[in-house]
Structure formats: C-alpha cells, structure tokens
C-alpha cells in the first residue's frame, strides 16, 4: 500500500448523545457514523445546520463538553484516540490534530498579541526558545499571507480583520505540522473574497505538508475546488459519500440532490430559489425508516418503516436499491466504509436516477 493510500484515520461506529436535564430529552446528534481518511487526502463533510457535523468532528479530539456521551472508536495513525487520558490528549491535539473553528475572532485570546499566541503553540509543541520561537512565528504569519508579518506579531486580534484573524488561527493549527487538519466552517464569517483566498490557502499548505483535512461546512460551493471526496450529513448519518465530482454529478441521495437544486445559478433565469420543504426530523425522537422520507419526492412505502445503510451503488447507472445485489453491504453492521478508492455510497432505497443538471 502507498503512502498516500494508507489509512489515517479510521472512525467506526461513532455516536454522540447530549444528556439534558430531566424534562427534557437527550439530543442524538451523531448516529454510527464510520469512515475513513488517508494520508493527504482532503474531504469535506456537508449538511444543513442541525445535521451533526461539528459534533461529529469535535468528537474526534475530545473536545465536547461532559454532558456529551461520546461511543465508538477513533484511530488515528495506529492511536485510539477514546482510550487516552486528558493529558494525552492534549499532547495529540497539538501535534497531531490541528483545528481550525469558524470563528476566529474567539479562537484567539483578546489580551495577548498574535505573535505571542502563535509562539506559544511553537512552544509548546517545537520546544523552540523565546527567540526562535518568535523568528519562526513571523515566517508562519507570513506564509499565510499576513504582510509585514514582523510588525504584526506586536498587534493584537481586534487590530486584524475577519481574514487575517482567520489566517493567524490557520498559522497556529498548522504550526506543529499536524498530520490531520479539521476546519469547521472555516469560512462562515468572511466575505466571499476573503473565503476564496482562505480555501485556497488551506488547499496549499495541506497540499504542501501532505496534511489530511476534513472540511465541514453547510455550503456545497466550498468544497467544490478543494476536496476530493465529500460525504453528506443528514440527521446524525453520512446518507452519501463519493468523490467530489461524482457528487456534484451524479448525486444519488434524493437529500444531495435537493442541496444541489437549492443553490442559485446564473446560467438560469430563476424567479425564486428552490427550498426543501418541511424540517428536520427532532434529534430528541426516535425515527422510525429514513430520517429524509417526510422532505422527499422520491420516498417509496419501504421508507416509512426501514432506514435504509449505506450502500454501493453503480455510478454510471443508478436503480432502485430494492434491485441491488444485497451482497455489497457489510453483513456485520449494513456498512461500507469509504476508504482512498472509495465507492459511490448512498443511503436510500429509491435514489435519485438522473444526473444532476
């Protein structure tokens, strides 16, 4: 196996429940989710807010509150990352694990200056000298593209804009050179330049350090031009994963396609932008069948009853599930996990059958 499809990460099973107080229902946000990521490889992680997303993810390093019953495993590069203690933990999410939040103004601490911020990660994490440690921290400011980086190490975050706030928060998460890179909206607060020139800057330097990214965002626009794979979040579940171009392409979940026809186009008149109808199913009630069969067009009786696993599906033609040769799903948990060479999964049994236009 080559480096670059050797596995990085391997989730399996991964759940996330948030306790409530007694009146109220617990939250199931993630519902056994499992994939893979290998060395190098950029994916992004799609849905509508509310679908479990940055839960998911922030589940990976730990980094969700107490009230948050966590099950599953997480391996990362031979690690099982649920086993270790705090104090590992820590040591992975600085070496290994870096994060980039969607809001950079409260990821950086308000009364100390970028450049003793981004010299203490170096710190910490290179085991750099005072001197060194600054040195090196001007040359990251600056390959993120902050001008006059030597000067600006001196200034503190609200003296930065929105993009530049964002750029020292990517210097500092990829400071120790971190083998897996998650950006959680990494764009949501910038202007439309500016969150250009922020994807394209994480497309380099993960490009650059062969650093595997998981990209989440609400906006299937974002991923376009830098991943290579996208997986679709729907209520707790990964209902579609497949390469980037087949997504955008040939997107079979009946969920994908609906995003899709949402965006707005300027190649066609349109009067009034499409919307999905209905909402999401309540996160603190069981669903009985697929969680999309009330919002979908293409739902069949066997969707009020039965919730439909991942399954691999011909990209070059899709058909009903119900005619699938059933022996493509794992019989141990109804699961196909993508992985480098990933098939073209979906979660339906009645996936949409035309190309997406």
């Not at 980039?100 to 710190?123: C, H, M, W």
């Not at 001007?138 to 929105?162: C, I, K, M, T, W």
Request: with cysteine.
């Amino acid at each position: 196996m080559s480096e670059q499809e050797r596995t990085l990460l391997s989730v399996r099973d991964l759940s996330v429940t948030f306790r409530a107080e007694s009146s109220v229902r617990a939250v199931r946000a993630v519902r056994a989710v499992s994939y893979d990521l290998a060395v190098g490889e950029q994916v992004g992680l799609v849905g509508e807010s509310g679908s479990g997303k940055s839960a998911g993810a922030l589940a990976l390093a730990r980094l969700l509150p107490e009230y948050a019953d966590v099950s599953g495993t997480v391996t990362l590069d031979g690690t099982a990352l649920m086993r270790l203690t705090e104090r590992e933990l820590r040591e992975v999410r600085g070496d290994q694990i870096g994060i980039v939040y969607q809001d950079p103004f409260s990821s950086l601490n308000p009364v100390l200056t970028i450049g003793k911020q981004l010299a203490e990660v170096l710190r910490k994490h290179k085991r750099l000298g005072a001197r060194a440690a600054r040195r090196q921290a001007a040359q990251l400011l600056g390959s993120v593209g902050v001008p006059n980086a030597d000067e600006r190490l001196s200034d503190y975050p609200h003296q930065f804009s929105g993009g530049m706030r964002q750029r020292a928060v990517i210097a500092m998460a990829v400071a120790p050179r971190p083998a897996l890179l998650i950006a959680d909206e990494p764009t949501t607060a910038l202007d439309v330049t500016v969150q250009a020139q922020i994807l394209e800057l994480l497309d380099e330097l993960t490009s650059e350090h062969r650093t595997t990214m998981l990209l989440i965002t609400h906006d299937l626009g974002v991923v376009a031009g830098v991943t290579q794979r996208v997986m679709v979040m729907y209520a707790g579940r990964i209902v579609e994963s497949s390469t980037t171009a087949d997504v955008f392409t040939r997107a079979s979940h009946p969920y994908t396609v609906a995003l899709h026809r949402s965006l707005p186009r300027i190649d066609v008149r349109q009067e009034r932008l499409v919307t999905i109808e209905g909402q999401p199913p309540d996160p603190t009630r069981p669903v009985k069948g697929c969680p999309f069969a009330p919002r979908c067009p293409s739902r069949i009786d066997r969707c009020a009853t039965e919730d439909p696993p991942l399954m691999t599906i011909p990209t070059a033609r899709r058909a009903a599930a119900n005619g699938w040769d059933m022996t493509s799903i794992r019989e141990k948990d109804g699961i196909q996990v993508p992985g480098p060479a990933s098939p073209h999964l979906t979660a339906c049994w009645n996936p949409s059958g035309p190309p997406v236009t």
